[in-house]
């Protein structure tokens, strides 16, 4: 990775963080709560970026519909999270499998 990539990333970075500030303010909590919670959790995909910007982009054709963002997720935000992330692996499971000596996977 260059000096170039790296600023670049940063760029794309920022200008991702100015999409989340000009939502309204439930919607901001509510893709911060959900960028809290996958930053925990760790799902594999969540590197490339396409995951965080798929859902902004989710939200802001909500707030362009004028719907409220619990009509556009549900109530359990927490459910609406994990069924993003319900196929894709995390680094927690891939961490316990390579511990738990199942087979397929790497032991230490």
């Not at 990775?1 to 970075?13: A, L, T």
């Not at 939200?59 to 993003?84: H, N, P, R, S, Y």
Request: no cysteine; glycine share 12%.
């Amino acid at each position: 990775m260059s000096i170039r990539d790296i600023i670049e990333g940063k760029r794309q970075w920022r200008a991702h963080v100015a999409r989340v500030k000009a939502l309204p303010p439930d919607y901001e909590i509510v893709y911060k709560e959900i960028q809290r919670y996958f930053f925990k959790v760790g799902p594999v995909g969540l590197s490339d970026g396409s995951l965080l910007t798929g859902i902004l982009d989710f939200f802001e054709e909500g707030v362009a519909a004028g719907k409220g963002v619990l009509e556009l997720i549900g109530d359990d935000i927490a459910a609406f999270a994990d069924g993003l992330i319900k196929d894709s692996p995390t680094y927690a499971e891939l961490y316990q499998e390579s511990i738990s000596g199942e087979p397929g996977t790497a032991q230490k």
